[in-house]
């Protein structure tokens, strides 16, 4: 990928990423905590029912992206049958029962409520289909900035709550929520129009759309149980424990959430790159080496944060203190994630879906254990070592199911750095409150190390994005 791809695609998540690190201390001190925990129930419903209704059509677009010339018509073909399905069964619950939504989700009966649920997951649908043709496309600054303007508008809105002297409930909330999400979706919509507009006129494929449901469906398994990896937290949290520490936990994964921008900058670009790559006689020898860089990142990224974490503390209201604590194990999940994009690519490439699926349904099952388990003895820092767990455990099967069904690649350097990660912001989220000083300094002296014994290869990965991805040789190109 050559450095301006790179840099626009860059734009958006960390664009978004800034706004939201404003706009989340915003809302700790706007709204209860509690009200904070609905809000991050919601995205985590919205985030299923997007994978659900999607069928694993939207992974089958990408697959079948470049081995079509008809794109409009393959986009029509993938969005289709999940968004009318999502509509279908929003409308039925909306009349069968008014209240069952809001009920299920927030305690609470209103219709009204419901009906922004349905709107927020057919918004999210969408947006996530659209995204997915600037992401084929390389059109890195339409895609950036139809994530960075939501935000802001988020941002607009609680500034406007806040000067409203009027009493702010979460009505206020859902609805700035609500608002951010549609307005990604018509932005997303307008910067695509040239595409999924003609493809309303596009001709019928039925072979074509059971040739992907066979391709996409196991992934759609897979996706779920990759949401239950990264949702049972939460969901245990609501049953196990209360909105409270619901909320707390939230808070502390949306800030983790500049883990979550890098996987999502290497996840946007990753996939279509590594598929081009398949092709050359030194794809695997280019893979390897942007696995090294990515677990140097990784381990620089923890602990600089665990470095700094003590500033939140000046930053969020007294009763969100355990976050700086939590903050450092929570930033661990999206960064397993994308190490295991990138070293288990080798599934994807020979279109094995099956380990995928394997993977997602062990690393689930071990998140619900892990769950049930520890958050009745260590609360919501129970949650976040469990959901960290499972993410290693489905990293693990992907690259070890990669290497035997595609190409041998040494692992040492990505599971040893990772062991010492998840032990030691475990062991930060556990004593951090006792030992506030001695941790502190320990992270400083973490940071300069690791940026010492990786230097080389953190060199590498910041001169290539600045020379465009033209190292020395091609085998660490990104």
């Not at 206020?172 to 129009?193: C, E, G, K, Q, V």
């Not at 960290?388 to 992907?398: C, P």
């Amino acid at each position: 990928m050559n450095r301006n791809s790179f840099l626009r695609f860059s734009i958006g998540p960390i664009g978004a990423a800034l706004l939201g690190l404003v706009s989340l201390p915003a809302s700790t001190w706007l709204f209860d905590v509690s009200d904070i925990g609905r809000i991050g129930l919601l995205q985590t419903v919205t985030s299923l029912s997007v994978i659900l209704f999607s069928l694993g059509l939207d992974q089958s677009y990408v697959r079948e992206y470049h081995n079509t010339d008809d794109r409009r018509s393959l986009f029509r073909t993938a969005l289709a049958p999940g968004l009318l399905a999502i509509i279908a069964v929003g409308a039925f619950l909306l009349l069968a029962k008014p209240t069952i939504i809001s009920r299920a989700i927030f305690q609470m009966d209103s219709w009204q409520a419901g009906a922004t649920v349905v709107l927020v997951a057919v918004s999210a649908y969408c947006s996530r289909f659209f995204s997915l043709i600037l992401r084929m496309e390389e059109r890195g600054l339409a895609f950036s900035m139809s994530q960075v303007l939501p935000k802001a508008f988020f941002l607009l809105i609680l500034l406007a709550l806040y000067f409203h002297q009027a009493e702010r409930q979460f009505i206020h909330l859902l609805a700035a929520h609500a608002t951010s999400i549609l307005a990604a979706a018509l932005i997303f919509a307008w910067n695509t129009r040239a595409t999924w507009l003609p493809s309303t006129a596009a001709t019928r494929e039925g072979p074509r759309l059971n040739h992907m449901l066979t391709y996409g469906a196991p992934l759609m398994v897979a996706g779920v149980a990759s949401w239950g990896m990264e949702a049972l937290d939460k969901v245990s949290l609501r049953i196990l424990a209360t909105f409270e520490d619901l909320g707390i936990y939230s808070i502390a994964v949306s800030i983790a959430g500049v883990a979550s921008t890098l996987s999502i900058i290497f996840t946007t670009v990753w996939i279509p790159t590594a598929y081009r790559w398949a092709r050359e006689p030194d794809c695997a020898g280019r893979i390897e080496a942007v696995g090294r860089k990515l677990t140097a990142l990784a381990a620089t990224l923890i602990a600089a944060t665990g470095s700094f974490s003590w500033l939140l503390g000046f930053v969020l209201p007294k009763e969100y203190e355990t976050v700086q604590y939590l903050v450092c194990i929570c930033m661990l999940p999206p960064l397993l994630y994308a190490i295991s994009e990138v070293a288990g690519i080798g599934t994807n490439i020979m279109r094995k879906s099956a380990p995928i699926m394997a993977g997602s349904l062990a690393a689930c099952l071990v998140n619900l254990i892990g769950n049930y388990l520890l958050i009745p003895l260590i609360g919501v820092q129970g949650a976040a070592i469990s959901t960290v767990i499972a993410f290693l455990v489905m990293m693990t099967i992907r690259i070890e199911a990669s290497i035997r069904c595609w190409h041998p690649m040494g692992r040492r350097f990505i599971y040893v750095p990772i062991a010492g990660m998840i032990a030691l912001c475990a062991a930060y989220s556990l004593t951090g409150h006792a030992y506030p000083v001695a941790w502190s300094a320990g992270w400083m002296i973490l940071l300069v190390t690791v940026s010492y014994v990786y230097r080389d290869h953190l060199g590498e990965f910041f001169a290539q994005v600045v020379r465009g991805g033209r190292g020395n040789s091609g085998a660490g190109k990104v």
